[in-house]
Every structure is written in C-alpha cells, then in structure tokens.
C-alpha cells in the first residue's frame, strides 16, 4: 500500500484516540469533582467578610497601578474551557495533517499530468521549428511533398511511446536515455551522409537540458492530435508546411581526408619520413605508385579501380598487408565517395 495512505490513516487515527482520551478526561474530572454550586452577589461578600466586620471602601481618588503581569486570577478564569479549546485546536491540526497526507497523492499526480501535458506542448514547438525538416511534419520520415526524400528517423513510432511500452519500466527508461543521448549528442555519419545534428550546449547546440526533455516527453507521450498539430504550427511560426530538406553535407575534399586520416601514418612531404616506418612516403605517389607488388599486378591487369580497392581493404589486395581497410564496405571509416576523392587527390600528387 501506498506510504502516504497509511501514514494518512495512522495520522487519523491518533487524531480519533486522542480526542475519545480527551473526552474521557473531561468526564472523568467531572465525575469525581462534582461540580460546586457558584456563588455570587451577597453571598460572595458573606464568605469574605465576616458578618459586623468592617468593609474597607477604596479611598475616592485611589488609581490602582496597572498590573506589570497578567492577573493570575484572570488567566485562570476559565482554565477547563481553554484548555479544551487549545486541544481542540491541536487535534484539528492532525487531522488537517492527516487530510493532507490523504489526497497528497492526487495532488501530485495531478501536477505531474499537468507538467507533462505543459512540456508536450513546447515540445512540440520545439519540434516544429527544429526537427521538423528532417523528422517530417508527423514524425515519421517519408518524402517531402516535391518527392525528396527526408534524412531523419521516424519519431511517431510505437516503440518510443509510453502507452505501447509501459508495461515494461526497463523499456521506458531505455527510450528515454536513447532518445535523450541522441538529442544531446547527434549521431555524426560521414560525409556525403546526413548527420542528426547535437543538439544540448553542452555539445555546442541550442537547447538546455529542460528542451531535450521536452522533446523526448513529446516523442514518448505526444498523441495522434499531437503530431497533426505540428504544421499549424509551422504556420503560426510563418514557416512553410512543406518540409525544406537541407542539402547533404559535402564531403570533405580529397587532400583534406589525406591530411587528416591518412597523414596519420603516410608523410606527404617529399623527403620527410612517414610517421609509421612500414608507411611509404606518397608525396609524389601520382608518379610513383604503386609499389606493392600485388598492386601494381592489379593495375596491370586492367582494373581502373585498382587504387580504390587498395584504400578500400588493402589485405584484399596483399593479404596482410600492415595498412588497414578504411572503405566502409570493409568496415573502415569513409564512405565510398570519400575513398574516391582520396584516390583522385594520390594520383595528382608529383604530377
Ligand atoms: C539535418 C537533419 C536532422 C535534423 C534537423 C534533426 N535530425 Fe534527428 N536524425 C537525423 C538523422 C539523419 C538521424 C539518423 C542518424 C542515424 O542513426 O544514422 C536522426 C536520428 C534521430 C533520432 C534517433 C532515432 C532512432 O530511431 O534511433 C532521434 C531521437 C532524433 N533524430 C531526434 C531529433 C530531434 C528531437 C530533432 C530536433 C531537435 C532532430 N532529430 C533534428 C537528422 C536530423
Ligand atoms: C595506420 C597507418 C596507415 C594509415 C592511417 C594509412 N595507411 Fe596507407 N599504408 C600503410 C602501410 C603500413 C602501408 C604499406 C602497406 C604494405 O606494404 O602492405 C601503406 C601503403 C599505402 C599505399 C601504397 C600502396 C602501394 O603499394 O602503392 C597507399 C597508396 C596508401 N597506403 C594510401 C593510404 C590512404 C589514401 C590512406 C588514408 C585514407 C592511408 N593510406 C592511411 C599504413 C597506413
């Protein structure tokens, strides 16, 4: 059971007992001190003051000094009746206490659903202005409407929402680090491939930590009305409805990805030794190469795309060759136009 229902009820209770224990006192007190018949006017004056005693008469112009403390006579006027109103006034405090603890519950609950509903709600503004080009206007890819094809994933995806998956709390925190690690950091593909772009300061984007969440919030709770909202929005914003895909990002250019994959080990500076001492220098490779024996068989035997397999897998070429693959067909890191660039860029070198 829920903590807060039983400390509710507990609180109640004591609430309960203490005033049935209270009431108990006050009957018992009045059953073994029956109360004494009061007393006033005449009769007052005839138990102070015998009869035939003189009665001393306050002088006319007597002005008694203001007591410096509360006259203990008057605070204990009453004392019974205070009492129980100051008990009153307690036990109303435990059980308020107590009602509090009751429907704190739906009252956080409430805020919760409330809060979420608030951050869907940027979320989706979020969304409208910064991933829609990419995601689509409902989240789920495609083409734009001339036919080009959008770069990002489907979002409005069953397996990313809350009510397909909740079953499973292992799932829902899974999506929602995938989904937030993704927005933060971006995945970065090479060149001439998209890229989600990062998106959290602290991967140099726009958006705090509060909008990252607000966009996996829409992502897991958005609803059907949600995503068919988004080119309202987009309207709203005097954006267009039809998405503007951006241009694919150009690869770098071949003497670029030379200096910075394969410098790593190959000098291109005629005279200067390579980094790696099995590399060959390849400064004036353009009429040098090849050199590897197998390489310069396959050129001879006619293949044109005799140094683009080489970049591409070399142990293809000499098994075991010490350089790795570095085309992504064989599990290095450039795309197929990549390697091609760099090909072209080896060949000019010395020319
Ligand atoms: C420039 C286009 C572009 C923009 C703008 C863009 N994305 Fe992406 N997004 C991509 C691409 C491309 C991928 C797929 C990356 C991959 O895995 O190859 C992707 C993947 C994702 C994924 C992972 C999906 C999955 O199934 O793993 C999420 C989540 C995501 N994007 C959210 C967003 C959000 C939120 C925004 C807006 C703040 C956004 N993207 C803006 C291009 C974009
Ligand atoms: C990790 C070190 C390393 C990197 C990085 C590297 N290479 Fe090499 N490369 C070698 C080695 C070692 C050899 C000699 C291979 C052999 O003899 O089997 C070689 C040989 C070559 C040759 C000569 C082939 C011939 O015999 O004609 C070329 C051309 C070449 N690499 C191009 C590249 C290009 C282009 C890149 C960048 C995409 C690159 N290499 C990155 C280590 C590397």
Redo the contacts with the bound molecule.
């Keep these: 059971m829920d903590l807060n229902v039983i400390l509710a009820a507990v609180s109640v209770l004591i609430f309960v007992a203490l005033l049935a224990f209270f009431a108990f006192l006050v009957k018992h007190q009045a059953d073994v001190e029956p109360e004494e018949k009061p007393v006033y006017g005449v009769e007052l004056l005839e138990q102070h003051y015998a009869p035939g005693s003189t009665v001393e008469q306050p002088t006319p112009y007597y002005v008694a000094p203001i007591p410096a403390a509360p006259d203990p006579l008057e605070i204990s006027a009453n004392l019974d009746k205070k009492i129980v109103v100051g008990a009153a006034m307690l036990f109303g405090l435990f059980g308020l206490i107590g009602a509090y603890l009751l429907i704190q519950p739906a009252l956080r609950a409430e805020a919760v659903e409330h809060q979420l509903s608030l951050d869907v709600r940027r979320g989706k503004a979020l969304y409208a202005s910064l991933c829609y080009d990419c995601h689509g206007r409902d989240g789920r890819g495609g083409t734009n409407p001339e036919g080009k094809q959008l770069p990002g994933l489907p979002l409005n995806k069953a397996e990313f929402k809350y009510e397909a998956i909740k079953a499973d709390p292992a799932a829902v925190e899974r999506v929602r680090r995938l989904l937030v690690s993704t927005i933060e950091q971006g995945r970065e593909r090479p060149a001439p491939a998209y890229s989600m772009p990062a998106w959290a300061r602290s991967h140099g984007g726009p958006l705090g930590a509060w909008q990252i969440k607000q966009l996996a919030d829409l992502i897991m709770y958005g609803h059907d009305e949600d995503w068919a909202d988004m080119p309202h929005i987009r309207e709203e914003h005097g954006q267009t409805v039809a998405e503007v895909v951006p241009d694919p990002p150009k690869p770098p250019s071949g003497d670029v990805?030379?200096r910075q994959?394969?410098?790593?080990?190959?000098s291109f500076t005629a005279g200067q030794a390579?980094?790696?001492p099995?590399?060959?220098n390849?400064a004036r490779?353009g009429v040098e190469?090849?050199?590897?024996?197998?390489?310069?068989r396959a050129k001879d035997s006619g293949d044109a795309d005799w140094?683009v397999k080489?970049?591409t897998n070399?142990a293809s070429i000499?098994p075991?060759?010490?350089?790795?693959p570095?085309g992504q067909s064989a599990g290095?890191q450039?795309p197929e136009a990549?390697?091609r660039l760099?090909?072209q860029?080896?060949l000019t070198l010395g020319r």
């Design positions: 990805i030379a994959v394969c410098a790593v080990c190959h390579s980094t790696s099995l590399a060959p390849l490779y190469g090849p050199i590897v024996a197998e390489l310069r140094l080489w970049v070399p000499k075991g060759s010490a350089m790795p570095y290095g450039l990549s390697v760099v090909v860029y080896l």
